[in-house]
């Protein structure tokens, strides 16, 4: 067993499970980025809304320092208010009680120079000056915090209104608001817990929609599996309903009728060309079988050298059958060319012309060539083309049969015309059928077994080339189109 048949028999078989899996998947993908893009937008909005608020509250303490007034500690953020030349905090609240900073202040003091009234946002590290405990939320663990700061003169606030908020009258003081990330933090959480529930009741609702939609889609497809899989090659006649959806499965039907039409074909022609077959063999064995039989049940009154010669012929003819089928059966596999090469068809219709026997009785045979034909393909199939087009040619002809070798426009064209009684119109495609004889009532052993046009046809096409009868002329003009080897 192979490495990837495991992995095979994990994946699952069905393909409506498959379809909801891959549809969970990149939904799975799809909702991943939304949370990650909306847990970020949250947590910047949230920031900005504690930045704003910071502010606000910054100026707030701003002006209760200049009105003199020394800030309670209850506070929506941890804030301080130290001083130049003061220990202890001017000011504290929030969860800035978890350092105790009315000993000693938290954040540094600002130096004495420098104007005031201006705001900034630093980064601090706070230290813990007790233990810190998580449960308790008004704490502030140790750590680095983004703190918004604003500075102001104690001598722009008036001897009475430092003196309230005990500071020197030349002193600086700065108020600190710290920027704490819990509530972005805590709406971000909030927002992620809410995001995957729903993102996992959707990717069920998903997958599930996907299933039963995978599943509706391949109804036809399962009633096309159940009629195709009672199709025979013995009985191919079935066939499948075509949905009237128009979509890709009755595409599918449509094409499938079609390729079990022409495997219905195929056996009807299958069919017919074993009863030929069969007939055209049983005429010269019945010949043979009933020659002998009279030779041997009357020896003596046998002339033997004609009984010889009879089976002779007729083996010949066994023979010449037997070949034609197996060449027939060889072309239907589609066998490539045995020595492909290149063959000048020229020279070889010459040749062909020349070992036609001559006799009284025989046609004239006639070749006109202007200069080499050259093309690709088996010289022994070029010449058994070429021997069928005129063996049938000089059965039919009258008084001559003519072969032309002419070279137009990147085509050998070779043409092979007699003149006898020609063929009808309506019969131009028939002649070229295996076993057709347009003639039935000439003699066998004349007119062959009809398929010399059938095999010079097929191999006409295994090399490239055409193969048609031409109308309009008188007697029969068969031509011959291969294209011109480079």
Request: contains cysteine; aromatic residues 4%.
């Amino acid at each position: 067993m192979s490495a990837a048949e495991p992995r095979r028999r994990r994946r699952p078989r069905s393909v409506r499970a498959r379809a909801a899996l891959s549809a969970a998947a990149a939904a799975a993908v799809v909702l991943a980025g939304i949370g990650w893009w909306v847990h970020r937008d949250v947590y910047h909005r949230s920031t900005e809304i504690t930045d704003t608020q910071a502010q606000e509250q910054l100026w707030d303490l701003v002006d209760q320092l200049h009105e003199g007034a020394v800030p309670g500690r209850r506070s929506a953020l941890p804030y301080e208010i130290v001083a130049s030349g003061r220990r202890s905090a001017v000011a504290y609240g929030g969860a800035m009680e978890s350092f105790d900073p009315g000993i000693r202040h938290v954040l540094p003091t600002p130096p004495v120079a420098g104007a005031s009234g201006y705001w900034d946002i630093r980064t601090l590290r706070l230290p813990v000056r007790r233990p810190w405990d998580p449960g308790e939320r008004s704490a502030l663990p140790d750590g680095s915090y983004r703190v918004m700061t604003a500075d102001v003169r104690a001598d722009e606030l008036g001897r009475e209104k430092a003196a309230a908020l005990g500071v020197a009258p030349g002193a600086k003081l700065r108020v600190y608001v710290v920027l704490v990330p819990d509530p972005a933090e805590a709406l971000a959480r909030t927002t992620d817990g809410l995001l995957l529930r729903a993102g996992g009741a959707g990717l069920v609702l998903i997958a599930a929609v996907a299933y039963a939609a995978t599943r509706l889609a391949l109804r036809p497809v399962e009633a096309i599996r159940v009629r195709t899989a009672s199709v025979t090659a013995s009985d191919p006649r079935e066939r499948v309903d075509v949905p009237g959806t128009g979509d890709e499965i009755a595409a599918l039907a449509t094409t499938i009728n079609a390729t079990l039409q022409r495997l219905d074909d195929a056996a009807v022609q299958q069919r017919r060309f074993v009863a030929d077959a069969a007939h055209e063999l049983r005429s010269p064995l019945t010949t043979l079988l009933a020659s002998l039989e009279v030779a041997l049940a009357y020896p003596e009154r046998t002339d033997w050298p004609a009984a010889a010669t009879t089976a002779a012929r007729q083996t010949r003819r066994l023979q010449a059958l037997a070949e034609d089928l197996l060449l027939l059966a060889r072309l239907d596999a589609r066998a490539p060319v045995a020595r492909p090469g290149t063959v000048d068809l020229a020279a070889l219709a010459a040749a062909v012309a020349g070992q036609h026997p001559l006799n009284e009785a025989a046609p004239a045979l006639s070749c006109d060539s202007r200069g080499p034909a050259p093309v690709h393909g088996d010289r022994d199939e070029c010449e058994r083309l070429l021997r069928n087009l005129v063996d049938n040619a000089v059965r039919h002809a009258a008084h001559r049969v003519g072969i032309t070798v002419r070279d137009q426009d990147g085509w050998i064209v070779l043409t092979v015309r007699d003149d006898g009684p020609g063929v009808p119109a309506k019969d131009a495609e028939r002649v070229f059928e295996r076993f057709v004889r347009l003639d039935d009532a000439r003699s066998r052993d004349r007119g062959g077994a009809g398929l010399g046009l059938a095999i010079a046809r097929d191999l006409a096409t295994r090399h490239g080339g055409t193969l048609t009868l031409a109308s309009g002329s008188p007697g029969a003009c068969f031509v011959l189109r291969v294209p011109k080897a480079g």
